[in-house]
């Protein structure tokens, strides 16, 4: 019989939990708003949810944080020991560790050994892979890719939350379409809603860009030049065999993936142009839950 595990995601504003077979198969998933009142609270009832709807207990679960250096919140733990009491207490891994864990497992770099993710969301996160195992740095930052430098200049947003993260982030990317409206430039997306810009998101952005709106398809295709910048960067120095784009990215992949791989590829060496795949993720907006409970089973460091 499999064993199912339980894998959480605190890293986005949409908090998910999923669990999963030994084989790789999602038997169940819950999610719920980061923002809503008594996190912990909704966490637990999201994890027993789940849990019921896979038909049985799970062995162990783990809960992808931001950052690889941060721990598991104590009520966060303490709720999920409720849920799960035949577990060990859950364990902590990084958000981009997780996501690469699961693409190789059992998503679109299933199999590779040299494999690099690249997501973004409320933040932006990556995970590396060598030889098949992951790769933390000496002092567990290594996915810390929000803080790439790809602009000479120095802004406050930049020391406070790292140049890419500024620039590319959900936050970043309305941002800067509110600078250029507030610039002169006319949108169909601020005329849409009624010129109230506190209430633009990412993904208004986005809607824009696919119907046409051309301050949102500058917005996106700067995006996309940020993103193709970074991922020649990351190519250049661990030379993966693929990199897996996520969350935005993948969702918003008939945008952004050509011209990602257009940005990439005139930023390498043509040897390593040639080789390197990039690929959208195949598991959606699940995947760094579903890497935390592939964590969950491996043996703990």
């Known amino acids: 019989m499999s064993k199912m595990t339980l894998g959480v995601d605190l890293s986005d504003a949409v908090v998910r939990v999923v669990v999963v077979d030994d084989t790789g198969h999602t038997l169940s ?16 009832d999201a994890a027993r949810r789940a849990i019921a709807a896979a038909g049985g207990a799970v062995s162990a679960t783990a809960v992808a944080m931001t950052l690889a250096s941060d721990d598991v919140p104590g009520d966060i733990a303490a709720a999920l020991a409720e849920v799960s009491r035949d577990a060990p207490v859950p364990q902590a891994v990084g958000a981009g560790t997780a996501s690469a864990i699961a693409e190789q497992w059992c998503g679109a770099a299933r199999g590779l050994k040299q494999v690099i993710t690249f997501a973004v969301g409320e933040h932006v996160i990556a995970g590396t892979l060598i030889n098949g195992a992951p790769w933390l740095g000496a002092h567990g930052l290594a996915g810390a890719v929000g803080w790439l430098a790809m602009n000479p200049v120095e802004r406050e947003d930049y020391r406070r939350y790292g140049g890419l993260e500024s620039e590319i982030a959900a936050a970043g990317i309305v941002k ?13 997306v601020a005329d849409h809603l009624g010129g109230d810009l506190s209430r633009l998101t990412a993904d208004d952005v986005i809607t824009g860009a696919r119907n046409g709106d051309g301050v949102s398809i500058s917005v ?31 969702s918003s992949g008939d945008l952004m993936l050509e011209p990602i791989r257009v940005e990439c590829s005139r930023r390498l060496q043509p040897a390593q142009a040639d080789r390197v795949r990039v690929v959208l993720s195949t598991l959606g907006s699940d995947a760094v839950a579903i890497g935390a409970a592939r964590a969950a089973s491996l043996p703990r460091a």
């Open 220 to 250: 996106i295709r700067d995006t996309a030049k940020y993103v193709g910048m970074a991922v020649a960067n990351l190519t250049t120095i661990l030379d993966p065999e693929a990199i897996v784009l996520g969350g935005m990215l993948a």
């Open 29 to 44: 998933r819950a999610e719920l708003a980061q923002s809503s009142g008594h996190l912990a609270a909704g966490v637990r």
């Open 176 to 188: 800067r379409l509110v600078w250029r409206i507030k610039s002169g430039d006319r949108s169909s």
